[in-house]
């Protein structure tokens, strides 16, 4: 059986020690979606929002959120974010959110850009609820990331 990283030998949680690793270039990329009512939508694309501009809060917010995740997430390291970019497609009746994040670091960037998609969704809720507290946030997941001693990943299409 593999050794688990996050328990010492004691079974106590323990943060992985990286301090051995080479830093490397790793880049990640994330997905989430959130649905809604179409009228959701629209107020949304014609900033009718109370709140503001929707997708420019929660781009703020996404890249905010990915920068606290070692604060968010216990034993994630705290790492240097060289860039990060969240981008939205907006649909029929969902908005998908796409989050991409570099670092030259020992460790990964792939919690950085699902919370990243996690806060940006949460935000754009959070400024609608008022008009539609029905919304849903779904398929949040890594799509693919690169660098580092377990090499590459890239999701495989669902099925």
Partial sequence: MEELTHLGKDGNVRMVDVS???PSLRIAKA???IFM??????AIVNE??????VLTTAKIAGIMGAKKTSELIPMCHNIFISN???E?????DNIEIFSTAKTFSQ????MEVLTAVSIAALTIYDMCKSIDKEMEIKEIYLLEKSGG???NFKRSEKK
């Fill in 31 to 33: 997905y989430g979606k």
């Fill in 107 to 110: 460790t990964g960037v792939e």
């Fill in 88 to 92: 939205f497609k907006i649909n029929k």
């Fill in 20 to 22: 051995n690793k080479e």
């Fill in 149 to 151: 001693k377990s090499g």
């Fill in 37 to 42: 009512k179409q009228e959701t939508i629209k």
């Fill in 48 to 53: 009718e929002i109370k709140k503001g501009n």
């Fill in 84 to 86: 990060i970019d969240i």
